[in-house]
């Protein structure tokens, strides 16, 4: 099989290792039985966020905004982080220079290079980010969104989503 990407769990990555992360999602046909099928995409897996200090962070994406932890899911690597889950995606928390300043960022985290997610209700989020004393700003759109930055100054976005469950 030409190399290439395929989210099939335990197939092949680019460089012919196998997956470290079980995924539980399936195509219809696999790579392997139709090279020639079109990539799809599934969404976003999690999304990487550089962390001074991976316990702080934790207890930030834990306690303040009510992720849950799931930091048995990440891989053994060579420096420290964490995953918290966010709705069917996760957050990877890595302890790592960032080469960003955490000061001069615009007020506004929608100014900014940001992580959206959806929730299906900001005012229990709200309460949360007082409750803690998390400066935030509602979006400037009218959107019933919020956003807040982390310990380290990653901007977030919460935006409001009626869904049916």
Known sequence: MEAGFC????????????????????????????P?????????????????DTQKALKFYTEVLGMIDVSERRPNLAFGGAFVQAGAQEIHLMEL????PKTGRPDHGG???HLAMGVSNIDPLIERLESHGV???MSKSGRRAV???????NALEFVEQIRDE
């Open 7 to 34: 989210s099939v769990p335990g197939l092949r990555l680019k460089q012919g290792r196998k997956s470290s992360v079980n995924r539980s999602r399936s195509l219809p046909v696999s790579c392997a039985e139709n």
């Open 36 to 52: 020639t099928a079109p990539m799809k995409f599934w969404g976003i897996s999690h999304a990487g966020m550089l962390v001074e």
């Open 111 to 113: 100014r900014d290079k």
């Open 147 to 153: 956003f807040c930055r982390d310990i380290d100054s």
């Open 135 to 137: 400066v935030y700003t």
């Open 97 to 100: 220079p960032n080469p960003d």
